[in-house]
């Protein structure tokens, strides 16, 4: 079963900043695109970010230009960090793999809490 473990949330004042980590086995990493999702109570799991295996990256609207997403390989890590924060910016947030047909490979962890107070 494929897995992938995410920390670094907290809670922070907003315009504050946070760096969330996703941890995943060398396999997992290495061939597919990592993405960073989240979900806010009430609201559905919205996609934020994600980094291909080559280090093309994308982000939602709602975050360019605050968040920025990379990968160690070395670490076999992907890394979100988090700028500006918002208080629409709490949620849980998770990561996952993508396959390039589009498909999440990994079942959905505990995530991350962040909470962003104004």
């Known amino acids: 079963q494929v897995q992938l473990v995410e920390s670094g949330g907290g809670l922070v004042q907003a315009g504050g900043s946070l760096r969330l980590s996703c941890g995943a086995s060398k396999s997992t990493f290495s061939i597919n695109t990592i993405v960073w999702y989240r979900q806010a109570p009430g609201k559905q799991r919205e996609l934020v970010a994600a980094i291909s295996s080559g280090g093309s990256t994308n982000y939602a609207d709602s975050v360019k230009g605050r968040f920025t997403i990379s990968r160690d390989n070395a670490k076999n890590t992907v890394y979100l960090q988090m700028n500006s924060l918002k208080a629409e910016d709490t949620a849980v947030y998770y990561c996952?793999?993508?396959?390039?047909?589009?498909?999440?490979?990994?079942?959905w962890g505990q995530g991350t809490q962040v909470t962003v107070s104004s």
């Open positions: 996952n793999a993508r396959t390039s047909w589009g498909n999440l490979v990994a079942s």
